[in-house]
């Protein structure tokens, strides 16, 4: 007897190349999950024209995430992975979707809140409000039953599962609700000690090549407080020995112990790590010059994947256009 897989529907707005903090706070748990359950991959193209209807940079950016997940270890051979913009049946449930919610509840979504303020946008757009609306046809489409995803993304889940709740009370049962899957490994911080994240500029991207990632880490900040070797320094206030604790766990007692006490000088300790980061990224490094070099390859995965996808996305539309009796 062969048990069905449970289905994981995870995706990304397409951003460019990715970073550490993607490698850790997602990737490695796609990766991880990629056997045990059946994996979907999607490419938010539509999410990304929310906050800038640009389109310029997206096809680039598309291309550079895919590299970089199949870089990462992404089995697309297990795992399709896919453009929303190509699987049309996206548009259609979440068309149908925003029956089901209203949209003073939209309003009250705590992500979109901290965009506007973070952005400092001036008037909300209908697409933007409806940004979960369009997530919950991602995750639904393909019968999502568990979507990894970090903290800022949990009120997306919640919406997602109210409005399955609410098509299945309304019609007939047809979808799960799914369950968000945080990530166990608590966020990098960035090369500046602050939340790592492109637009700030202070990441190590897995595409960074070894003397790169060495000259970032030469620059990282430290304890402000350990000026030179023989100070005595605070490791826990130390993003660097954050990532040691990722990339150099064996050697983390005696990396606090040299901290602590002086013997152990920030120059030194950066290098090492650095060395570290630049092996745990080899065969990330490796897999991504393969893809560069195979371009055509890189298509025929992401058009093997949109078939793939879309035939499941059929076979739902199928289901919801029965128990709606239209369509
Ligand atoms: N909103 C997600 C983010 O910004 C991206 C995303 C779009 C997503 N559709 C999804 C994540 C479906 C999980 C499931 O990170």
Redesign the pocket.
Known sequence: MTTRKRVI?????PTGKLHLGHLVG?LENWVALQHEFQNYH?I?DY?ALTTNPDTTDIPDHSREMLIDWLSAGIDPSLSPVFR?SRIKEHSELHLLFSMLISSSRLERNP?LKEQVRDLEIEGVTYGHLG??V??AA??LLYK?EI????E??LP??EI?REIARKFNQQYKRVFPEPEAKLTKFSRLPGLDGRRMSKSVGNTILLSDLPDTIRSKMRKAVTDPQKIRKGDPGRPDICLVFAYHNKFNQAEVPEIRAGCESGSLGCVDCKLNCANHIVNALAPIRERRAYYEKHGSEVKEILADGERRAAAVAKATMTEVHDAMGIG
């Open positions: 529907l995870s995706g990304m707005r997602a999607l938010a999410h929303q992500t940004y979960p369009l997530q991602d995750i999502g979507v990894p995803v970090g800022d993304q997306h889940i997602t």
